[in-house]
């Protein structure tokens, strides 16, 4: 059954580096998201990304965060300067289409900014 | 601004009792989502419900939706051990592109 791989599952940063997390969407869907979730807390929204531009972000994905789509089968995040707060699990998803379905979620990556 | 709230936050039951989880969301929407978490894992999708009325049954689940209350159901029928996990409900802002999730409710079935 297809599936969203995102990969490192866990990555450890120290404060101030660049990291980029890295996903490939379904191979047939055209809508991208990203998401996070603080440990115990909810998931919240970060970006979402259609025909190689942003659809829409959050007040959470400020200047520090950007989302590409390079080669046309991975869709990566980067953080620019990781702080601390920064640390959680990082969702990829994707769906086929924007209405009535939906999203598939990969299995996380989990950021730990040291 | 679109906000989902959901209730109860935890819910510990027994096994055979049913009970249900409510989702209210703040602004017009036609699409919701449960989605299913166990500790430490991804999110695995229930059900979709796009219209008012929408009403779809899994298994010892049962979701629903009344878009004009702006409020659904997550039903849970003769709960079992295996039903332990969070639930999240979530609801797509007017244009789609953005999807905003419930606090999630933390479910413990005892044996």
């Known amino acids: 059954e297809p599936e969203v791989t995102q990969t490192p599952s866990h990555q450890v940063t120290q404060m101030g580096q660049e990291v980029i997390l890295r996903c490939v969407p379904i191979?047939?869907?055209?809508?991208f998201y990203w998401y996070r979730q603080i440990l115990g807390q909810k998931v919240e929204f970060l970006v979402s990304?259609?025909?190689?531009?942003?659809?829409?972000k959050s007040e959470i994905f400020d200047d520090q965060f950007s989302v590409e789509r390079p080669d046309g089968s991975n869709f990566t995040l980067k953080i620019r300067s990781t702080k601390l707060e920064d640390s959680a699990m990082y969702f990829c998803?994707?769906?086929?289409?924007?209405?009535?379905?939906?999203?598939?979620f990969g299995q996380g990556t989990r950021l730990t900014v040291v | 601004e679109l906000k989902v709230e959901q209730n109860p936050l935890f819910l510990s039951m027994q096994e055979g009792k049913n009970y249900t989880i409510y989702c209210n969301y703040s602004?017009?929407?036609?699409?919701l989502y449960w989605y299913r978490q166990d500790p430490g894992k991804s999110l695995e999708s229930l059900f979709v419900?796009?219209?008012?009325?929408a009403v779809k049954q899994e298994g010892r689940l049962m979701a629903s939706l009344d878009t004009k209350a702006r409020l659904s159901t997550l039903h849970i029928t003769a709960a079992v051990h295996d039903l332990s996990a969070t639930y999240f409900c979530?609801?797509?802002?007017?244009?789609?592109?953005?999807?905003?999730f419930g606090a999630g409710t933390r479910l413990f079935v005892k044996a």
């Open positions: 998803a994707s769906s086929v289409e924007q209405l009535n379905t939906e999203a598939f």
């Open positions: 191979s047939n869907h055209l809508y």
């Open positions: 990304f259609y025909n190689n531009e942003i659809s829409e």
């Open positions: 602004t017009t929407s036609d699409r």
């Open positions: 419900l796009l219209s008012n009325g």
């Open positions: 979530a609801v797509d802002s007017t244009g789609g592109f953005k999807t905003i």
